[in-house]
């Protein structure tokens, strides 16, 4: 009922900065909060910036400063502006949404993206 696509990863130099889309498509869905993951090479998959249903925003004290999540709801798209990039956030980045999906009765769900690729040179 609901996917999510990510977009704009690459490769940069560390101090530049890039800035992740993933939009979610489908029917019958509603999405509530939304927000990116990343998972490093051999390490576990962390939380990097989310934006709850409701008000205010969640980052990794790593990235706070640095990155800036929003979300556009009227395309149920969520954006990740990564600026002043370091080496350290090499990994793949995953979309992230939590969505109520409507078939006989309504169910919560937590949806991710299929990741792109964010390379840090020094």
């Known amino acids: 009922q609901v996917q999510l696509v990510e977009s704009g990863g690459g490769l940069v130099q560390a101090g530049e900065s890039l800035t992740l889309s993933c939009a979610a498509s489908g029917s019958r869905f509603s999405i509530q909060s939304m927000g990116w993951y990343r998972q490093a090479p051999g390490k576990q998959r962390e939380l990097v910036a989310t934006?709850?249903?409701?008000?205010?925003?969640n980052y990794a004290d790593s990235v706070k400063g640095r990155f800036t999540v929003s979300r556009d709801n009227t395309k149920n798209a969520v954006y990740l502006q990564m600026n002043s990039l370091k080496p350290e956030d090499t990994a793949v980045y995953y979309c992230?949404?939590?969505?109520?999906?409507?078939?006989?009765?309504?169910?919560?769900?937590?949806?991710w993206g299929q990741g792109t690729q964010v390379t840090v040179s020094s």
């Open positions: 934006i709850p249903s409701g008000a205010g925003t």
């Open positions: 992230h949404a939590g969505a109520v999906v409507y078939g006989d009765f309504a169910r919560y769900l937590e949806i």
